[in-house]
């Protein structure tokens, strides 16, 4: 008996530390890649000092969200001379690290967007920014450059009309930058001494920044209907990591050794519309991949497992033509698909495998959601431009848990549950909501 008590008590203590164990937010679609994390004990209601840690004074607006690992926060910002800037703070005071210019007089602007939107990756050794002027950096968590590239000089400016946000993934010792673009250039933003693009996966080592490999990704979709500003995303299925790329009106799976191409499914544009880009970046659950398409089209779930060319009609598992997300992708949380409508602000709840509607409901402010909703600590957390902050269960009704509104704006980026806290980017600050830590 006694001898069970001890090994039960090392047992305990074993997972203890797990179970205490704080959810760092690596990059733009948190710690699982879909928006969500195992954080508890969150705020559901702040005001501008209740609940509020600390604010940080931010240079420049921005649309990269926030990443955090440890007891540091990152974020890239422009300030007054237009220099791109990759922070460094201290995740429990808010007080900067350290600053280093990445891109000195980069930044430019086009409708919502600058040249801070792509956000930041860590696994915990690097700090790896990307802007939309195609430079890429790698800081070590004591601000000394590692290594940096600039795409634009190798491969051209990078040809997007609403300019460059795609986050880049990093998976597995792997870094992944996603180039679906325009080609030939006709932006102003975008013209050089080189007068074709390519579209392109690229692979690169995270520790060096040397390319392991450049996949070509090639579509017959025409104008803006090439680019796509969403994120790769990885997926684990039967034949191992793929990573899939949405954009140029297909969706692709690539093997992520290598990049070749395993399969495609498309069009998805049948009418060949010229304005057909996509901006949700792809969500998965076993054995699907979840696609808001552009433009109040359908919202597709696709079974996986594909080889080759297949067409939407064959590989859709359902679809549904009232739910149209043109901006926000879906988050996947505890077991349910959430996909949020940013222009109807219209939140549904769906079952991943069937697309049967468990709830749907009005989050109640008529403004724009272009941030992607968070899943955390049994809430989901939306936010919208104008700063209207919802907080809603994640259950299985549709409830309402808090609404108010900050007077910063405008916010496009997601918000992060990372540490016993939540992080918001505002126009001007970073938030830390929660206790004092």
């Known amino acids: 008996m006694f001898h069970h008590l001890i090994i039960l008590s090392l047992t305990l203590a074993a997972l203890a530390p797990l179970t205490l164990r704080a ?22 209601q702040w005001g501008k000092t209740e609940n509020v840690a600390w604010v940080a004074p931010l240079p420049g607006k921005g649309s990269a969200t926030p990443v955090v690992w440890g007891d540091s926060v990152f974020v890239t910002s422009p300030n007054a001379e237009k220099n791109l800037l990759l922070f ?17 007089g980069g930044d430019f602007s086009k409708g919502k967007n600058n040249a801070c939107s792509p956000s930041v990756v860590t696994d915990g050794k690097l700090a790896i920014a990307t802007f939309a002027t195609g430079d890429i950096a790698a800081f070590d968590f004591a601000g000394r450059k590692v290594w940096s590239r600039a795409l634009a000089k190798e491969f051209g400016k990078l040809s997007y009309m609403w300019i460059y946000g795609s986050s880049p993934l990093l998976y597995r010792g792997k870094l992944y930058v996603q180039v679906l673009q325009r080609d030939p250039p006709t932006y102003q933003h975008s013209l050089d001494d080189k007068p074709n693009r390519e579209s392109f996966l690229l692979c690169l080592d995270p520790k060096t920044g040397k390319t392991l490999w ?18 790769p995303l990885p997926y684990e299925g039967a034949r191992g990591t793929e990573i899939i790329l949405f954009g140029g009106d297909y969706v692709t799976g690539h093997r992520a050794d290598t990049g070749a191409e395993l399969w495609r499914c498309g069009s998805f544009n049948t009418g060949k519309e010229r304005f057909w880009r996509v901006i949700t970046s792809p969500a998965t659950a076993s054995g699907f991949i979840y696609l808001g398409l552009p433009k109040r089209h359908p919202f597709h779930a696709l079974k996986t497992g594909a080889t080759g060319l297949v067409t939407p009609d064959a590989q859709t598992a359902w679809k549904l033509d009232d739910l149209m997300p043109d901006v926000c992708t879906p988050l996947t949380y505890r077991g349910k698909l959430f996909v949020l409508d940013g222009d109807k602000q219209f939140l549904a709840c769906l079952d991943p495998k069937t697309g049967e509607k468990k709830w749907q409901g009005s989050i109640g402010k008529k403004e724009t959601y272009s941030a992607s909703p968070t899943g955390a600590d049994g809430k989901i957390y939306c936010i919208g431009e104008r700063g209207t902050i919802v907080v809603l269960s994640a259950g299985d009704e549709f409830k ?5 509104t900050t007077d910063e704006i405008p916010v496009l980026s997601s918000i992060v549950a990372a540490n016993g806290h939540l992080f918001i980017r505002t126009a001007s600050s970073l938030y830390c909501i929660g206790g004092k830590k």
């Open 23 to 44: 959810e760092n937010w690596p990059q733009w679609r948190g710690p699982f890649f879909n928006g969500s994390t195992t954080e508890t004990g969150l705020p559901t």
């Open 88 to 104: 460094c703070l201290d995740a429990a005071t808010g007080k900067v690290r350290w600053q280093q210019c990445v891109v000195p």
């Open 214 to 231: 450049r996949q070509l990704r090639k579509t017959d979709a025409i104008e803006e209907s090439q680019e796509s500003y969403g994120t």
């Open 400 to 404: 309402i848990l808090a609404s108010f």
